[in-house]
């Protein structure tokens, strides 16, 4: 069954049964993860555990709603007789589902995907992007002793937060893997969280915020042909080895005793090659794995750090277009935040899935080119208005959605409008109007 049809039963309508969007994830597979989880409906349930993984994902999908009206609405209430269920039961049975499940039928999905979806290469290697992104949490007694809030001299957040850091794949904007803790977690740690999903003949795309030697030697040893790419950040000491081209070196680049305390199996010294270009004036550098300069060419390396935008597209697109700005998660236990999170993920992977057969059925377009905004409020208002329709219209209904395709297509190349700039701290004092300020206009 495609993605399509399956979202058309999560409908906000009692005329579909929500048990068959068990054709999108295999039965098997959400079993398993129940299974060897300890999480199991031996008995009837009126809320059964296999169905509460697809209300979570719900909960996303369908942001308007709250958990109990999803609940309600949606056909996964045993017995059918039962037309309400009380606010307390849908937070034992997300309780007694826990948060692993959902991770792992998160991870069961992703890696599927991957495969069917056949990526678009640079020199027979995939391009993925790593980096981070903060989640707030509501301002509970119980979130606030496991996630911690940003602060600086003047001011604390009013809210617990919860950073995350993705691994996406580029031209898909799917998600391989993730880990998250509170937001007093460093991105660093929880990026050496992903090394063991780390794929064979890919190129990873880091911020130079991500600087450690420790993790790019990980990064690189874990697999076959495992590379990665990042700025070079300011003050880091080098040796240069060689030349490889004009602008093109093999540097060598001294591990610290604090990396080898840590790591102590690190080298004394890192291979890596350091390219650098003008880019409107200023001079990029970009330190790389890439060291055969006859496999990867230098006149394409320092454009590819572009590609690392994508992934802050991506987090965009399921904060502000899926998750319609409602910045605040839903959940007031933090062992339900991380339940939550989980199915944000495979709910956004779930979206881009679709698209990317909306992107195949068109030619040389990849699915980053397609609107996230306008194709999912389209794929998800048609098929929430499903029910509706004849059935024997559905099937054209389904199709018409990749048919029309085209018209979600981007023009141009998106660029940023504008480049970053500090933020001005806030003044924990008033400042005193002078009563002779004269107003420009």
């Known amino acids: 069954m495609e993605l399509s049809e399956a979202l058309s039963r999560t409908s906000i309508n009692r005329l579909t049964e929500f048990s068959s ?7 098997d597979v959400i079993q398993s993860c129940l299974d060897s989880n300890g999480v199991a409906t031996l008995r009837k349930r009126k809320l059964p555990m296999d169905a509460m993984v697809w209300a979570v994902i719900g909960m996303s999908l369908f942001r308007t709603e ?9 056909d996964i209430v045993l017995p059918q007789e039962v037309d309400y269920v009380a606010r307390s039961a849908v937070t034992q049975a997300r309780k007694k589902l826990g948060s692993n499940v959902v991770r792992d039928v998160f991870h069961q999905s992703a890696g599927t995907w991957h495969e069917r979806a056949e990526h678009p290469q640079w020199c027979g290697l995939n391009l993925y992007g790593v980096d981070g992104v903060v989640w707030r949490t509501p301002d509970t007694k119980e979130n606030s002793s496991q996630f911690a809030r940003t602060a600086n001299k003047a001011y604390e957040a009013g809210y617990p937060q919860v950073r995350m850091v993705c691994m996406m794949e580029l031209s898909s904007h799917l998600i391989l893997d993730s880990a998250f803790d509170s937001v007093a977690e460093n991105e660093m740690n929880l990026a050496a969280k992903l090394v063991d999903k780390v794929p064979d003949n890919s190129l990873t795309i880091f911020d130079k ?25 300011k003050g880091t000491q080098y040796e240069e080895v060689r030349s490889l ?35 409107k004036g200023k001079t990029v550098q970009i330190l790389t ?11 394409e390396i320092v454009d590819l750090y572009a590609h690392r935008w994508e992934i802050e597209l991506g987090y965009r697109e399921m904060k502000q277009h899926m998750l319609e700005s409602r910045f ?51 794929i998800i208002h048609t098929l929430t208005m499903m029910p509706i329709y004849a059935p024997g219209n559905v099937p054209k209904i389904i199709l018409d959605i990749e048919r029309n395709a085209a018209q979600f297509k981007l023009e141009g190349k998106r660029e940023r409008s504008y480049p970053r700039c500090l933020k001005v701290s806030k003044n924990r004092y008033p400042v005193a109007k002078s009563k002779y300020a004269v107003h420009l206009k």
Do not use: C
């Open 66 to 74: 709250s958990v109990r009206q999803l609940i309600n609405k949606l």
């Open 21 to 27: 969007l068990s054709d999108v994830l295999e039965p």
């Open 209 to 233: 915020g991500f600087y450690s030697l420790g993790l790019l030697h990980d990064w690189q040893q874990k697999g076959h042909n495992t590379h990665w790419l990042l700025p070079l950040k």
């Open 328 to 378: 605040t998660l839903r959940s007031n236990l933090p062992e339900l935040i991380r339940q939550e999170l989980w199915g944000v993920l495979l709910a956004y992977n779930l979206i881009r899935y679709k698209m990317i057969l909306m992107a195949k059925s068109l030619k040389s377009v990849f699915p980053n080119q397609l609107s996230f905004r306008d194709a999912s409020s389209h």
């Open 245 to 279: 081209g004009r602008q093109d070196k093999l540097v060598r680049i001294k591990t610290t005793p604090q990396a080898k305390k840590k790591r102590p199996y690190l080298p004394d010294v890192i291979e890596a090659r350091l390219l650098s270009r003008q880019v």
């Open 289 to 299: 794995s890439m060291i055969d300069s006859m496999s990867y060419p230098s006149s």
